[in-house]
Structure formats: structure tokens, C-alpha cells
């Protein structure tokens, strides 16, 4: 390993995979913006991040699901030819894969996240919502099943309406609203016959308000960064990835994350999923999503640069915890998240704030950027290897990007 302890952190290079998602746009922006050097890798040269002045160099690489070998034999061949002191999963797929495989990459780069089975734990939602009971962390009522013959039983306990949703997966992939008894066996049912397990959970009422409580753990399990989000707007309209949120304090929600990822031995970034229960007030434990989040861009304009910071732990810098950031931001996915929830909503034309609010001091966009305006070119171009390579055809059947 090359000893970082005098070196400038101008020379530093960062590896960033992943390069197609708006995340990574964030991630190359907030890393690059602080003078770091960004490779960004991605199957696919119409990738949103390779648009960015900030990134130093683009690598088509094989596809790190459909071509799992090859990717890795590529990207450990071109960091032992091109040394680069970080390297950076965005998407979980790629994380698993080379938190499965560190061995192979500990001794050319450093790797800022924790052990494979930590999380595989750690997205396991049954297992996180059994953790944090034990924990005394508020969760919504959770029912396990694990056959198709336990449906029918488990259907008289039920108190409706509820939600279907697969133990191991990302976003509103998957996921059933359920609001009475006939509706349960064929959701129940499409998930097992997916090969996934489900759980089935209550729906807490619709009027409280998600929130996203954003952490980076050090090698030590302690927090060195925090923010608190809560969600505005999001599409799908009855649940999914938001489309505008706020940068806010909710200490409840702050405390219970940060316990509940230290009982879980975690390393890296992550963000804890959570719904204020409008007949309590109290936020319940949704899940915990182990990577990086789609809208990672809030953080980083409202004040906490979570990838500046993580390549710091990586390269053993040490600095203070930033848990102060700028409060009542907002940050918005214009392009075409919060365009379809526009169009969908019944509500549209009282939306709060308005759609057609589009400047302010206060907002900024995952994407829109006038000082780094080519992300918006590659994000209309991105649409093209999306619905017509296979590449992405993985992604097409369950996508559901997080909050």
C-alpha cells in the first residue's frame, strides 16, 4: 500500500463506479469540487457522470451484475496500471461485489466500507426491524412468513391495510400496497415466485412524513457524519424515491439511527429509513439502505460532503465529526422525478411549495447544476442505454432508487 501520510490531497485519485446514477453525479461533483482527481467507471459511455467537468477520466468497464467476472479481473487490472488511493462503490450491487471480494483490491487501494456479511446484514429488512426491537427503536408492526402455505393463517392476524415488500431490496422495487384480505395472496405470492422472501409489515397513515437519517461510520463504528432529511415529494406518488427534500433535525430519528448501524458493527455510509407515525409522533424504523442514496445531493449542498469525508477515513485523515449543516434546504429531482409526480398527482396545482417554484436560495438539484451543466445533456442521452441495452436490463425490472 503507498504511504499517504505527506501527501497532497490534490494528488490524490478516487475510483468511482457506478457513474450512471444521479448519486454519482453528487459524489464526482462534491470529491472533484475539493480538488480530489475522479475516475468514474461506468458499462455505459452515456453515463451522466462522464459529463461532468470533474471527471478527470471516464473507463467503460464490463458490467459489474450481468458480467461480474470480468468486471472484476478489469477494474483490478487497470488499478494496478493506474494506482488510485480510493475506491468508491455507488451502487450496492458493486459494493457487494467487491466487499465479497476486498482481498483482491485491499493490497492496490483502500476500500472505505465494512465486511460482506456485516452488509448483507444490514440490508436484510426483517433482521434490521428484528435488531432494532431488541434495540427499543420504534418500528411498525412486522409479520414474518417464509412459504406460501403460511398466507392464509397469517391473513386473519392482519389488521389492514398493510405492506408486501421483499426482505432484500432496494427502494419501492417489489413493494404491495395491500388495503384488504383478497389482495394479499397474489402480492405475497409474485414475491415468492420471484425467488424473494417477503414480510409484510402495517402501513403506518399516509400523512407522516418519511425521513432519511444519513450516517459515515468509522473503522471504529463511530459516527463522523450525520444529516437529516425529510421527504417532500416523491414518485411513485404513493411511495418511492423522493423528488424534493428538506435538510432538517430530528433528534429522535438521529439518536436511533446512529445506535442502531453501531449495534450492527457498521463501516462506510448509510443511510436509516424512517416514517413519523402520525398517531404517536414517533419516527419508526423502516429500513437501512447500506451505500450510498439517491439523494445524496442534499447532504453535500446543505453542508455534510459525505464523499469528501469518506475518502478522508479512507486515507486515515482524521477531522472533527460534522453533525451542523444548513437547515430548511431543499434539493430537487427535477428530471423526470418530480415532473411525473407532478403529472400524477391529483393534487398538482397545490402542491406545497409549488412546482413551478424552480430558483430560490434555499434549492438546489440533483442534476441542474449551471456551473456544471453537461450532467443535465448526459441525463437525457442516459435514457437510451436504459430502455435499449442490456446492461440495464437488471435494473428495468426492480428499479426503485432510494429516498
Known sequence: M????????????????????RKTVA???????????????????????????????????????????????????????????VLMPMEEDTLLLLAQHRERFARITRLPFGAYDNLLFARDKLKVLRKAE?????????????????????AGQLHYPVVV??????????????????????ALKRLFLSGRLPLVQERL??????????????????????????????????GGPSTLRESI?????????????????????????F?????????KLLEVNPRFWGSLALAIDAGVNFPYLLALMALERDFPPVVD?????????????????????????????????????????DIVDMKDPLPIVGSVLALLPFYFSQDFIHIRTRRGSST
Open 249 to 273: 433535525i430530528h433528534e429522535q430519528a438521529r439518536d436511533d439511527g446512529a445506535r442502531l448501524l453501531q449495534s450492527l458493527h457498521f463501516t462506510g455510509v448509510a443511510m436509516v429509513e
Open 27 to 85: 459524489a464526482v461533483r462534491a470529491l472533484g469540487r475539493m480538488g480530489l482527481r475522479v475516475t468514474v467507471g461506468e458499462s455505459t459511455y452515456l453515463a451522466p457522470a462522464f459529463f461532468s467537468r470533474y471527471c478527470s477520466r471516464r473507463v467503460r468497464t464490463p458490467s459489474p451484475v450481468l458480467e461480474t467476472s470480468q468486471y472484476l479481473d478489469f477494474l483490478e487490472d487497470y488499478l494496478t496500471l493506474h494506482p488510485h488511493q
Open 2 to 21: 503507498i504511504d499517504l501520510t505527506n501527501k497532497d490531497l490534490r494528488k490524490i485519485r478516487v475510483f468511482v463506479t457506478d457513474g450512471y446514477w
Open 275 to 283: 416514517k413519523i407515525d402520525s398517531r404517536d409522533r414517533k419516527a
Open 325 to 365: 449543516y444548513r437547515l430548511g434546504h431543499f434539493c430537487r429531482w427535477l428530471l423526470p422525478g418530480d415532473i411525473l409526480h407532478f403529472f400524477k398527482n391529483p393534487g398538482r396545482w397545490h402542491l406545497k411549495p409549488s412546482f413551478f417554484q424552480f430558483r430560490g436560495l434555499t434549492l438546489t438539484y
Open 134 to 154: 431488541a434495540l427499543h427503536i420504534p418500528t411498525p408492526k412486522t409479520y414474518e412468513i417464509n412459504s406460501i402455505d403460511e398466507i392464509e393463517a397469517l
Open 205 to 238: 397513515p399516509a400523512e407522516g412524513a418519511g425521513i432519511g437519517a444519513s450516517f459515515l461510520l468509522d473503522h471504529k463504528h463511530q459516527v463522523r457524519a450525520s444529516f437529516i432529511h425529510r421527504r417532500v415529494r416523491e414518485y411513485p406518488v404513493e
Open 165 to 186: 415488500k421483499p426482505r432484500v431490496g432496494s427502494g419501492s422495487a417489489g413493494m404491495y400496497y395491500v388495503s384488504e384480505s383478497s389482495q394479499l395472496f397474489p
